[in-house]
Structures are given as C-alpha cells and as structure tokens.
C-alpha cells in the first residue's frame, strides 16, 4: 500500500488489507515475510472496512460503495 492502512482481516492462509491508497490487498500468510498476491481496485476512495462471510469479501469506502 501507499497509504495508510485501515483495516484487516485473516481468512486462513489470507490476508485482506483495505488502504486509503483505494485499494484492497490480498497477502499470502503462509510466506515469510508474507507476500501480495492481488490488488483489488474499483474504489474511488479510501477502502475503511471490510468483512468476509464464506467465499465472499465485502468492502466499505469512503466512495459511499
């Protein structure tokens, strides 16, 4: 990330990091140090929140999306 990162969540292996940056990280655990898998882009402003229920990641911005 380039900015300031908001929140974080751990599903497993994964880690997902929401940034003011716009952006959502996906982060691999099982590396050392753990290593960016994807970026995830489609916000307009800083990503402050996020939640994941099975396979699915949810995200809240400051976009109001």
Same mark, same amino acid.
């Given at each position: 990330?380039?900015?300031?990162? $908001?929140? #974080? +969540?751990?599903? %497993?292996?994964? #880690? $997902?990091?929401? &940034?003011? !940056? !716009?952006?959502?990280? +996906?982060?691999? #655990?099982?590396? &050392?140090?753990? +290593? &960016?898998?994807?970026? =995830?882009? %489609?916000?307009?402003?800083?990503? +402050?929140? =996020?939640?994941?229920?099975? !396979?699915? #990641? $949810?995200?809240?911005?400051? !976009?109001?999306?």
């Amino acid at each position: 990330h380039t900015h300031f990162v $908001y929140a #974080l +969540v751990v599903v %497993g292996d994964r #880690l $997902y990091s929401a &940034s003011a !940056d !716009d952006t959502i990280r +996906v982060w691999d #655990l099982t590396q &050392s140090p753990p +290593v &960016s898998l994807h970026t =995830l882009t %489609g916000h307009t402003d800083s990503v +402050v929140a =996020l939640a994941v229920t099975g !396979d699915r #990641l $949810y995200s809240g911005s400051s !976009d109001n999306t």
